[in-house]
């Protein structure tokens, strides 16, 4: 009787440590979850931060001057083209101005 | 200072409001002028369009060569064309007044019979973006 008193009482000491230990570890998981959250959404934001800027097309400085073509500078060469699509047009319909000269 | 900065953002809206405004009104153009121009990744409209050429004369063409110009300054073009003189005069002229900007770089013109000729030439694609 008295050997099995011992028994139960050693038992008991051990599943209390048990159940402690795992309340640390528990706690000790929930913390780092939670800064790991945290910093995910530190981190998401700062992400968000950086590519929501807009593209830059202009700059400040006055001084700068951006290059540009003129309506009539494109008008002109499209004019250019034209006229080569008439002369090939042309070429087309006209008999060749040249003969075989082996012939 | 956070005024300054917001007249800066709205001037700047404004300047791209004003851009975008200009390219809707010249976007025909835009289009027509790049018709002119072959682009790296699409090189075939502008093969088919100078192939395009030599049945209206006539004229049998193959494309032997494309390559870009060591320089990067265009793309180069070897082609075999047989046909009548006439045929071949008529397609280099047709080639010379294409929708692309061509330079001639050289040539070699054969008789193979009495009415056919042969001829291989090189030209380069100066309307070319890399």
């Known amino acids: ?103 | 200072m956070r005024e300054k900065e917001w007249q800066t953002e709205a001037n700047r809206r404004n300047e791209i409001k004003t851009l975008n405004d200009s390219v809707k009104m010249i976007e025909e153009e835009k289009i027509r002028l790049e018709t002119h121009f072959a682009k790296s990744s699409d090189i075939v409209p502008f093969l088919d369009t100078i192939e395009g050429l030599a049945p209206k004369v006539s004229v049998e063409t193959e494309v032997s060569a494309v390559d870009v110009a060591e320089d990067h300054s265009g793309l180069l073009i070897g082609m075999k064309a047989s046909g009548t003189f006439s045929g071949l005069y008529k397609f280099l002229t047709l080639l010379e007044n294409s929708p692309y900007e061509l330079k001639f770089i050289g040539m070699d013109i054969n008789k193979e019979t009495a009415s056919k000729w042969n001829a291989v030439f090189q030209i380069k694609l100066l309307s070319f973006i890399e």
């Open chain 1, 1 to 103: 009787m008295k050997i099995s008193l011992k028994r139960e009482r050693k038992f008991k000491k051990e599943e209390e440590s048990w159940w402690l230990n795992m309340d640390i570890y528990w706690k000790l998981a929930v913390l780092l979850m939670f800064l790991g959250t945290v910093l995910a959404f530190f981190f998401g934001y700062r992400l968000f931060i950086e590519i929501n800027k807009e593209l830059v097309v202009f700059s400040n400085d006055a001084n700068s001057q951006i290059e540009t073509v003129k309506k009539e500078t494109i008008e002109k060469t499209l004019q250019y083209f034209t006229e080569r699509e008439k002369k090939s047009k042309e070429i087309l319909n006209s008999p060749s101005p040249l003969i075989d000269p082996s012939l």
